[in-house]
């Protein structure tokens, strides 16, 4: 986005929405080997089920990963002043993720114009998996 864009960006106004394919073996396996967390709670259907869970689910950093996405096809990553994210709920297989984000306020900070984004994930039942926000640099 051209800094033009950015000056005018207001509070209230949303981040093009990034909808992701539903999450399967093989995205855990790849964002497995990608990240270098190979727990097996996330590869290993057996140890998943010993544990108490129907099944391997997906890595909450792999959620994140994808809202920085959601970010960076926003705005150049050098613009990113702060990003967090609070963990509500598992994302299963099979969980068809959309990330959505608005903006909530514009200030100033440190000699920059800045806009802090709440950004969220969203399975496609409606369930909130990732709540969080990310600062700004216009």
Wanted: hydrophobic residues 45%; aromatic residues 6%.
């Amino acid at each position: 986005m051209n800094a033009t864009c950015l000056e005018a960006i207001k509070v209230g106004e949303s981040l093009p929405p990034l909808a992701l394919p539903a999450i399967n073996r093989t995205t855990l396996a790849l964002f497995a080997g990608a990240s270098g967390d190979h727990n097996a709670i996330h590869i290993d259907t057996d140890y998943a089920r010993k544990a108490g869970m129907p099944d391997v689910f997906a890595h909450g950093m792999l959620s994140m990963a994808y809202l920085g996405r959601l970010l960076t096809q926003w705005v150049d990553q050098r613009q990113l002043r702060e990003f967090g994210v609070r963990f509500l709920g598992i994302t299963h297989l099979g969980h068809q993720i959309t990330c959505t984000g608005v903006v909530v306020e514009r200030f100033e900070a440190q000699g920059e114009q800045r806009i802090k984004v709440e950004v969220r994930t969203t399975n496609q039942y409606g369930e909130t998996k990732i709540v969080g926000d990310a600062v700004i640099a216009l």
